[in-house]
């Protein structure tokens, strides 16, 4: 019952940065758990970075220091900021959704709902 929609994706060159979006139909994502994945040729799905009901948050620590995510509510949005990209970067990234949780973060296979994805490049 939960639509994400994610957009933001592109190429850019290392150093460079990528701000993605994520919008939500349900009109409860204020209580759900969030999160951006990411896929990278020939390797598992990750969790790049994950955001409570309350605004804490959690992140790879591949990426921390580096991409930042945030929610609005009163847009049903979900945001990665991510900075100074590298060729390691690039993948598929998927928003996420745990509906299930009561608005924490928990473990990657708790997440219900998935967008279909945006394609980032970074390249050298």
């Known amino acids: 019952q939960v639509e994400l929609t994610e957009s933001g994706g592109g190429s850019v060159r290392a150093g460079g940065s990528l701000t993605l979006s994520c919008k939500a139909s349900?009109?409860?994502?204020?209580?759900?758990?969030l999160g951006w994945f990411r896929q990278a040729p020939g390797k598992e799905r990750e969790e790049v970075a994950g955001?409570?009901?309350?605004?804490?948050?959690k992140y790879a620590d591949s990426v921390k220091g580096r991409f930042t995510i945030s929610r609005d509510n009163a847009k049903d949005a979900l945001y990665l900021q991510m900075n100074s990209l590298q060729p390691e970067d690039t993948g598929i990234y998927y928003c996420?959704?745990?509906?299930?949780?009561?608005?924490?973060?928990?473990?990657?296979?708790?997440?219900?709902?998935w967008g279909q994805g945006t394609q980032v490049t970074v390249s050298s």
């Open positions: 996420a959704a745990d509906t299930l949780s009561g608005g924490v973060c928990h473990t990657p296979e708790q997440y219900n709902w």
């Open positions: 349900a009109y409860t994502y204020s209580d759900y758990c």
């Open positions: 955001i409570g009901s309350d605004h804490t948050t």
